[in-house]
């Protein structure tokens, strides 16, 4: 009888036993399986390692997070873009933000302050595209006091001239006096008139020597130059990194070995060589790419713990946001 006991204790006890160790298995696969990394109480055994797992996967499940697209054109045209065959339109400008849920974006104006809509009131932030013309630092001071403008986008490439260039100087200083970014286009040009040795970013190197209190964004992560582009923000404090535009067109239609060669594998690389999570944004170039699908491609390049940093808090720190989207929730 007491034989019995013991042996129906024992089977009960290695019965809890496998049901306890099945569930943490459970949890702890399932969490490592979306990609987050083993926490910190399971390496030091503070805390049982299931209560952790259990909040890290329930908040890994939360994909949808505010957005800030640092990288778009609101030219609205109402024709339809060449390559992505998105109507460039105030109405798909709305839906691709809606679809990805972007609560603010970056407007790039064409040179010279051309091709742009204001859309101040949806918490769009614009940037004076500088061209090749004559700058006049007067008109362009009064613009940025009225916030007209609240960054520059230089056209490497498109323009035939270094970032180094004496004619770029004075934006340089109006940046430093109004403590605004510039960014610039680097990498390949989207028309065949463009020449592509001013757009290698290696030569951004020099100005965020010269301008340290000035930061500076490399659009396209220099693209197909991404190893330049990313010594170059790995090196200096002042530069940033948006990876807009590797792939274009219609990529929700692309084979995924083909998004994760050209768009993931450049982004996860570059993200890990420059070690700083706080120096990388995100940007489309809408709208020769959709919003949604290259959110979705970008995302599985980044580690899930630094989405908040990279999809929308390292914008709010290097743009002029309002308020109302700076404090915005991230989790
Ligand atoms: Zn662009």
């Given at each position: 009888?007491?034989?019995?006991?013991?042996?129906?204790?024992?089977?009960s006890?290695?019965?809890?036993?496998?049901?306890?160790?099945?569930?943490?298995?459970i949890?702890?696969?399932?969490?490592?399986?979306?990609?987050?990394?083993?926490?910190?109480?399971?390496?030091?055994?503070?805390?049982?390692?299931?209560?952790?797992?259990?909040?890290?996967?329930?908040?890994?499940?939360?994909?949808?997070?505010?957005?800030?697209?640092?990288?778009?054109?609101?030219?609205?045209?109402?024709?339809?873009?060449?390559?992505?065959?998105?109507?460039?339109?105030?109405?798909?400008?709305?839906?691709?933000?809606?679809?990805?849920n972007?609560?603010?974006?970056?407007?790039?104006?064409?040179?010279?302050?051309?091709?742009?809509?204001?859309?101040?009131?949806?918490?769009?932030?614009?940037?004076?595209?500088?061209?090749?013309?004559?700058?006049?630092?007067?008109?362009?001071?009064?613009?940025?006091?009225?916030?007209?403008?609240?960054?520059?986008?230089?056209?490497?490439?498109?323009?035939?001239?270094?970032?180094?260039?004496?004619?770029?100087?004075?934006?340089?200083?109006?940046?430093?006096?109004?403590?605004?970014?510039?960014?610039?286009?680097?990498?390949?040009?989207?028309?065949?008139k463009?020449?592509?040795?001013?757009?290698?970013?290696?030569?951004?190197?020099?100005?965020?020597?010269?301008?340290?209190?000035?930061?500076?964004?490399?659009?396209?992560?220099?693209?197909?130059?991404?190893?330049?582009?990313?010594?170059?923000?790995?090196?200096?404090?002042?530069?940033?990194?948006?990876?807009?535009?590797?792939?274009?067109?219609?990529?929700?239609?692309?084979?995924?070995?083909?998004?994760?060669?050209?768009?993931?594998?450049?982004?996860?690389?570059?993200?890990?060589y420059?070690?700083?999570?706080?120096?990388?944004?995100f940007?489309?170039?809408?709208?020769?790419?959709?919003?949604?699908?290259?959110?979705?491609?970008?995302?599985?390049?980044?580690?899930?713990?630094?989405?908040?940093?990279?999809?929308?808090?390292?914008a709010?720190?290097?743009?002029d946001?309002?308020?109302?989207?700076?404090?915005?929730?991230?989790?």
């Open positions: 009888m007491r034989k019995n006991f013991v042996k129906i204790a024992l089977i006890f290695l019965a809890i036993f496998g049901v306890w160790l099945g569930s943490t298995f949890n702890f696969k399932k969490a490592a399986s979306l990609g987050t990394v083993m926490p910190r109480s399971f390496l030091h055994l503070e805390r049982p390692v299931w209560a952790d797992t259990k909040v890290r996967a329930d908040s890994i499940k939360t994909d949808l997070i505010p957005v800030i697209d640092v990288h778009t054109h609101s030219d609205f045209s109402n024709e339809k873009e060449r390559s992505s065959n998105i109507t460039m339109s105030e109405e798909q400008y709305l839906r691709g933000r809606k679809e990805a972007v609560v603010a974006a970056v407007h790039l104006t064409g040179q010279n302050g051309s091709g742009f809509r204001d859309l101040s009131k949806l918490n769009v932030i614009r940037c004076y595209g500088v061209g090749k013309e004559s700058i006049n630092k007067q008109k362009l001071e009064k613009e940025l006091k009225d916030k007209n403008y609240k960054c520059f986008k230089i056209y490497l490439g498109y323009v035939h001239l270094f970032a180094n260039s004496p004619h770029y100087q004075p934006i340089y200083q109006l940046a430093r006096k109004h403590k605004i970014p510039v960014i610039f286009h680097t990498g390949d040009i989207y028309t065949a463009g020449k592509l040795k001013y757009s290698d970013p290696l030569t951004i190197d020099e100005v965020a020597v010269d301008y340290p209190d000035v930061k500076f964004v490399i659009a396209h992560l220099g693209n197909p130059w991404i190893q330049s582009a990313a010594e170059v923000a790995y090196k200096n404090p002042n530069v940033y990194v948006e990876a807009s535009a590797l792939l274009i067109g219609k990529i929700e239609t692309y084979p995924k070995e083909q998004i994760d060669e050209y768009m993931v594998k450049p982004i996860q690389w570059a993200f890990g420059i070690e700083n999570p706080k120096k990388f944004l940007g489309t170039d809408w709208p020769l790419v959709a919003m949604k699908p290259y959110l979705d491609a970008y995302k599985r390049a980044i580690p899930r713990e630094n989405w908040c940093d990279v999809f929308f808090r390292n709010t720190e290097v743009f946001f309002p308020d109302e989207i700076k404090n915005l929730e991230c989790k």
